[in-house]
């Protein structure tokens, strides 16, 4: 492993290469240009590499276990370039995840020199779209499934935390609350004609919610709320408008939100919680809910454990210390969250830094050599 940290400055040069090209989500062009980078370095160790959207790259092989491993190439903002500042470098997608894709090829560089991946099915996809993933999943994800489909583990690099990997991830759903009531003077609210109106309506939901929901690796959000006599509201862009008088009761009120879960079970007992809240209605009210799927959960599985206890293993024998899971309530959903079904799944191997998707997000040098190590011997000895 001493030649991955020879090879501290040319991975260096490497990242600031990839910074320097902006490839927020929506600018396709870069993304292509950054995937290309990576593309040419993967056919260099040997890879078959080929682009749909996403940068898919193949070794084939028969020993040991198959392996996925998953990055993305877009980033939530762009424009900020490279710049070190001693051992750090700071610049747009500098750790999330543009460090942890060369953390990726670093650890992959060390195992070719030393042959270590001949006879051994390796199947790379950095992704074109992970910070807004395109819909239907089913279509903007077909490669990733497709790869995770022919492997036996599944790898993702997105950021490091000191001491701690990823076995678990939230998933994200939405809903979207309509609530009509009886208009008409105010001087009549509560009355058996009037009843109590869309807003108070909405509140007890919201406050049934808020009560009676709780549960560990559970959250849900409203995030938006108009209500009054006339309403508008825009899902496209989340916005919405809301008029009325203070001697009408208001007859409509709409919320919009989220939901964010660690098991498809718990999603599916939160949402049966919700309708029942609605359906209950304050007098001459009525209210509606609607559920969408987001981002798949990653559920903690023991295949998962085990891909964490071999990793663990990994740190110690580095003399880096011991690895422990990671509270899924910190991190966000990832690309791996549509594979965790289909294969044992572990994340969190890339780059450590901070202020993602904000200005200033920046990454340790110092850290890259030791978390390329940590894959490389991971892959090593899964794939022996």
């Known amino acids: 492993m001493a030649r991955i940290e020879a090879n501290r400055d040319a991975a260096i040069a490497l990242l600031k290469k990839v910074v320097d090209i902006p490839s927020a989500t929506e600018n396709t062009g870069g993304v292509k240009r950054v995937g290309e980078v990576f593309a040419d370095e993967l056919r260099s160790l040997g890879f078959e590499t080929r682009w749909v959207g996403h940068l898919v790259a193949e070794r084939r092989g028969s020993k040991g276990k198959r392996l996925l491993l998953i990055g993305h190439l877009d980033t939530v903002l762009q424009g900020e370039p490279f710049r070190r500042d001693g051992d750090r470098a700071y610049g747009s997608g500098a750790s999330d995840m543009k460090g942890g894709d060369v953390v990726m090829i670093e650890a992959l560089r060390a195992l070719h020199r030393e042959g270590a991946l001949d006879g051994r099915q390796v199947i790379v996809v950095m992704t074109g779209d992970e910070e807004e993933p395109k819909r239907p999943h089913s279509e903007s994800r077909a490669a990733l499934i497709d790869a995770a ?11 490091y935390e000191p001491g701690m990997a990823v076995i678990g991830r939230r998933g994200i759903g939405s809903f979207h609350l309509e609530v009509a009531g009886s208009q008409g003077h105010s001087s009549g609210i509560f009355s058996e004609t009037r009843g109590d109106g869309a807003i108070f309506e909405m509140a007890r939901i919201l406050t049934a919610f808020h009560d009676e929901l709780r549960e560990p690796n559970l959250t849900y959000n ?3 709320v108009v209500g009054g006599t006339d309403v508008t509201y825009d899902g496209a862009t989340a916005s919405g408008t809301a008029a009325g008088k203070q001697n009408v009761v208001p007859r409509k009120a709409i919320v919009e939100g989220d939901t964010r879960f660690l098991t498809r079970d718990q999603l599916e007992k939160s949402r049966a919680k919700m ?10 009210t009525s209210a509606t809910i609607i559920f969408k799927d987001g981002m798949p959960s990653m559920a903690p599985t023991d295949g998962n454990r085990a891909l964490l206890c071999l990793l663990d293993g990994v740190s110690r024998d580095l003399g880096t210390g011991p690895i422990t899971e990671h509270d899924p309530n910190k991190r966000g959903a990832g690309d791996i969250s549509f594979v965790a079904g289909l294969v044992d799944c572990l994340d969190g191997l890339g780059a450590l830094g901070e202020h993602e998707h904000a200005p200033g997000e920046y990454v340790e040098l110092g850290e890259l050599p030791k978390g390329a190590e940590r894959a490389a011997i991971l892959i090593y000895r899964l794939t022996r």
């Open 149 to 159: 489909k022919r492997s036996d583990a599944a790898l993702a690099f997105e950021g």
């Open 222 to 224: 409203p995030s938006v």
């Open 275 to 284: 309708k029942a809240i609605v359906e209950k209605g304050l007098p001459k």
